[in-house]
């Protein structure tokens, strides 16, 4: 299983995309660096969420990624 990231940014963003992913019947990992970082004691910026897939879903998960992008 090789995973590709599909999304870098924030949270709320990441949850939106996520939930649309998902709506196509594709399972999506979330990496959260701000609750990592907070955990561990110290702050985090920039593109702190990621989404990810894995590699053989990229042509299902295509059209709810493109429509996100698009702001549809």
């Known amino acids: ?39 561990a004691g110290f702050g985090s910026l920039g593109q702190a969420v990621e989404v990810f897939i894995d590699d053989r879903d990229k042509e299902k998960a295509a059209q709810a990624i493109e429509d996100f992008k698009m702001g549809n």
């Open 1 to 39: 299983m090789a995973l590709v990231k599909v999304f870098s940014g924030s949270e709320i963003l990441a949850q939106s995309l996520k939930a649309r992913i998902e709506g196509v019947g594709v399972a999506v990992i979330v990496k959260n660096n701000i609750q990592s970082s907070n955990m």
